[in-house]
């Protein structure tokens, strides 16, 4: 029997899980790739959707955190105590190289003057032993964000690995139902004003009403941190 491409196994994915709704897409993927699966989170205001789906399905998932050592201390905090409130036993968390932050910027400054290239030896960098050994990864991204995520699909290949969007099709109504159902602990900072959080340097709360990311990199084009970059989109630092 022919071996399935990557491209025919994201075809075959696509249609089987059209229309499945987050818990059916990520018992599929489990069904799919089995431990070969993790969860990148990034333990912000909407992570504990995904989390709690996860839970639901398979508390021992391992589940990967970046620690880029500019989290805010509440997001550190919001990460040990939703973990255990949903009974997740394979957190995971992953650090830049010290060596390699300390040659590009020592003085811990880069991301007012080159955000990218910060985001790129602090949290892209990290990622790859992160990801060793597994085939696939699920993420949180949903269309209603808007950009570069308006079209995402289900499955999509990215640089020798499966990524699997289980909430893309929510609304932002339905995301708030999710989580109030479920009563999760919300981030912290989400009451303070905040609805989406990554590190200090680079979060305020949105300067329009209507973009829940438009509070992320304020006063450079940069929308993303590089995680869901190609490798020739992302910049050289070294
Ligand atoms: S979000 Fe800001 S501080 Fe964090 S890694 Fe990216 S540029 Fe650096």
Known sequence: MAIETPDEKVSRLNAELRGKGPQDIIRAAIREFGRRVTYVSSFGAESAAMLSLIAEVEPT?????????????????????????????????????????????????????????????????PLAPALEGFEAWFTGRKRFHGGGRAHLPVIEFFEGRYKINPLVELTQEDLKALLADRHLPPHPMVAEGYPSIGCWPCTVRPVDPNDIRSGRWVGFTKEECGLHLKRQERPRVF
């Open 61 to 125: 998932l391992p589940i990967v955190f970046i620690d880029t050592g500019m989290h805010f201390q509440q997001t550190l905090q919001y990460r040990d105590t939703l973990s255990a409130a949903l009974g997740l036993t394979d957190v995971r968390t992953f650090h830049p190289v010290k060596d390699e932050v300390k040659a590009i910027d020592p003085k811990g400054v880069l991301n007012k003057t080159d955000p990218n290239a910060c985001c790129e030896v602090r949290k892209v960098r």
